[in-house]
């Protein structure tokens, strides 16, 4: 029989009410976490995110603000080498090509906006290195505007749901826009980023303690624990 028989009808709102609770124990999202230890700028932001790209949070965070706490605005980067930011930054991955891309990043906000890097999606996507995941959860978090990031947790955990059905994380984008309430746009990857990590994880997703297992269709999970 097929499992979505003894499932609950499945309502977002509940779940993220329970999910909220389920992930009070883990480390937070590294960017949520960064904001809440000041480092909330839209710069500040936007630069933490690319020095996350391919580095897990546990090292992303410490490294971000390691580079802050040295040049916390656009004006104050800009008067850096892309060898003294590449040393800042040097555990994470590709930090070369990261650390010509924010002095790139730094001067082209001093240039061309003021030195002060604008709420605006198409300025941050016209940058260098900077793609929709970083752009939309910088202008969430430091601006409050209404939009989606989609990273492998979201994509993996809402597809896993059932409550979208897309094969790439654009896609899961493109297919919340449609679904999810906007109300929850920025908070699915505080919530899903530790969500994904501790407990819906890629193998084995601890189901027999996961506080949705109610609604979620288990959407190509073949083993759990």
């Known amino acids: 029989m097929n499992v979505s028989s003894f499932k609950q009808p499945f309502d977002i709102d509940l779940v993220l009410r329970r999910i909220r609770e389920a992930v009070g124990p883990f480390p937070k999202a590294a960017m949520f976490e960064l904001a809440d230890l000041g480092y909330g700028a839209p710069f500040e932001q936007l630069i933490a995110c690319i020095i996350s790209i391919r580095t897990r949070d546990e090292e992303s965070l410490p490294i971000a603000r ?67 995941k970083c752009a939309h959860l910088a202008l969430g978090i430091a601006c409050g505007q209404p939009w989606i990031s989609v990273d492998i947790h979201v994509h993996r955990v809402t597809n896993r749901w059932g409550y979208v059905e897309a094969s790439t994380p654009e896609r899961t984008m493109l297919e919340l826009e449609k679904t999810l309430p906007r109300a929850h746009w920025i908070e699915i990857n505080r919530l899903l980023v530790p969500f994904g990590k501790h407990i819906c994880t890629g193998t084995l997703p601890r189901c027999s303690s996961c506080p949705v297992l109610d609604m979620c269709r288990q959407v190509g999970v073949e083993r759990h624990r």
């Open 66 to 132: 390691r580079l802050l706490d040295v040049a916390r605005t656009p004006a104050a980067m800009a008067q850096l080498t892309a060898d003294e930011i590449d040393q800042l930054i040097t555990p994470s991955t590709f930090h070369e090509r990261k650390a010509a891309q924010i002095l790139a990043i730094a001067q082209q906000i001093v240039g061309q906006h003021g030195g002060e890097l604008p709420c605006d999606e198409e300025v941050l996507l016209s940058f260098s290195g900077v793609g929709v």
